[in-house]
């Protein structure tokens, strides 16, 4: 792929005369490594070489592979499990409301308009919160370390799911205890309140064979540590030829999923108690609705599946053609399927709940255990009541395996995005090759996740989860907010949508903006830390010292915001109150900018260089925005 390094603007950019009136014009500079990805028109302008999608379904596909992923499958079940089910549910529907759809139209606005990764692009909308991007590919990066375990986990069950017989159907396996119910014999057993279904067995005694706590680290998983290895080898193999080649694999690795969904859906509510599970899921407990916790939860949620604040839909979008027009259409899709699998694979889980529930004489808010495996005890007891279940668990695992592939693909190119843009002096270093550069990030990223191997790697990994996907990810959604809505202009943007789409975003994205989301974000950032409460892994209580390693993680993204204020200020010349003003201005001038990304025959062209008769449409398009 012939991605071209950041084009990095000028401060002030030099003027253009148009009879008589000189206005400034959006000129960027390159190094001489990058002259030879530039186009000249023939007329002394500058066009922006970048590589795009080759269809539109391919970015359509791509954001929808990222927001329908393992958060719909894995962290909306387990988030929703948490926080009371049904209770759960109110605040979700009303942060992807005012918060999740606006937001996401914003990052898909940004990214195409600015043609950049997010550390560029809010760089160029708001210089002094410039630190704003490289935090949310900081926050990218540290998701990318721990998310691939996942997969990991997924490729253990699969290579189990060939044998005769599913190793979670059975008790007196050698990690079973006495308290183990088979979910294929369960009418055999006494079952009592400490009972514990064989496929929980299976994940925390098999799977993970975990310790009694961080402080007992103990030895490597070598199986998870060899499937971790595979799990990025896939990941690399599919982005290594770029966006034009892991937007083919989306094809089928955002469509296949539903096909399984489906048929666990109708199998799940087959099962007894399946119908508790669901009134449970659904009907919500009114009193949760006051503990901050489950706002937090239902935010973050919103967030981390969509994608706000990572990063992600800046840099896929920044692949859309210039004048693609249909951002604000594509942005109800996105939400919209991805809120609809975020209850269709809950349906799924939630009846399997209330079936172990039935099984083990327990209340459904008690028969597991409430953290990031909750997936992986429950959706396995599914299959014990269809028949050939090793057939529709092979389905279901390569099913997690595609869902992980998608939302690591939008990820892992946030942070090569980030490093072709922005950093065009490593070139050198990967020979300029995009391929070796991916090796490059899978191999680190892959180092980073080894501790999620051990033994004890579970709360290591609910630790890096929760301060990561939870804790930063509001700081750094007020920042990003604050630069592009407040700092740049809601009105503006809306401008900018306009000029790319020929429509104008109405009343409802414009308030949500200016107004309501980032009243809505603070308020759960204020008061998630008035109600602030210790992370745990079901029953178990951290100790002090995991606490500050969760604060420190939640840091390595957030203190990048302050550094790019003081980096912004310090690099700015003139008075205190001029340097405040230059930071806080975008150097984009909207007059001329788009010029750079259109062709031959668009009137804009036309009008910015017949200076004659074709003076008057440029100068109608000035005054029109009071540019």
Known sequence: MNIMGVLIQESNPPSVTQG???????????????????????????????????????????????????GNVWRFPYLCYKSGGGAFLIPYFIM???????????????????????????KMLAPILQGT??????????????????????????????????????????WNTDNCVSLKNYKEYNTTNDSVSSTEEYFNRRVLNITGGIDDFGEM????????????????LCLHKGVKSSGKVVYVTATFPYMVLAILVGVGASLEG????????????????????????????????IGIAFGSMIALSSYNEFHSNTLVRDTMLISGINAFTSLFASCAIFSVIGHLAFIQNEDVDNVVASGPGLVFAVYPAAFSAMPVPQLWSVLFFIMLICLGIDSQFAMVEVVITTLMDGFPKLKPLYFNRKEVLVLYICLFTFACGIPCTFQGGMYYFQIIDWYVAVVSIFFIAIAEVIAVCWLYGATR??????????????????SCWLVISPILIFAIFVFSF??????????????DWAELLGWFIALLSMVWIPIGIVYAFATAEGSFTERLF???????????YGYQFQDDSSTYRRAYFDRGSREDIFMEHYKKHEI
């Not at 992807?96 to 996401?104: A, H, S, Y």
């Not at 998870?224 to 595979?230: E, K, M, N, P």
């Not at 399946?274 to 967030?303: K, S, T, Y």
């Not at 008035?530 to 100790?543: A, K, R």
């Open 20 to 70: 008589g009136t000189t206005t400034a014009a959006a000129v960027h500079t390159s190094s001489a490594a990058e002259e030879k990805a530039l186009e000249m028109d023939g007329k002394g302008v500058v066009k922006v070489s970048r590589e795009t999608w080759g269809r539109k379904a391919q970015f359509v596909l791509s954001c929808v592979g990222y927001a329908v992923g393992l």
């Open 96 to 122: 992807l409301f005012f918060t999740g759809i606006p937001l996401l139209l914003m990052e898909l606005a940004v990214g195409q308009y600015t043609r950049n990764g997010p550390v560029e692009a809010i």
């Open 133 to 174: 991007g490289v935090a949310t590919v900081a926050i990218t990066f540290l998701l990318t370390t721990y998310y691939n375990v996942i997969m990991a986990w997924a490729l253990f069950y699969l290579v189990a799911s060939f044998n005769a017989e599913l190793p979670w159907d059975s008790c007196g396996n050698y």
């Open 221 to 236: 998983r070598w199986e998870i540590f060899g499937f971790l290895v595979l799990a990025w080898i896939l990941v690399y």
């Open 274 to 305: 399946a119908g508790e599970g669901l009134r449970f899921f659904i009907q919500p407990d009114w009193d949760l609705l006051m503990e901050a916790e489950v706002w937090v939860a239902a935010a973050a949620q919103n967030f981390n599946s």
């Open 493 to 510: 943007l809306r401008r900018n949508v306009e000029e790319m789409t020929t429509s104008t975003p109405n009343i409802y994205f414009v």
């Open 530 to 543: 008035i109600q602030y409460e210790v992370v745990t892994y079901d029953d178990y209580i951290y100790p």
């Open 582 to 592: 230059l930071i806080c201005k975008s150097p984009i001038s909207e007059a001329t």
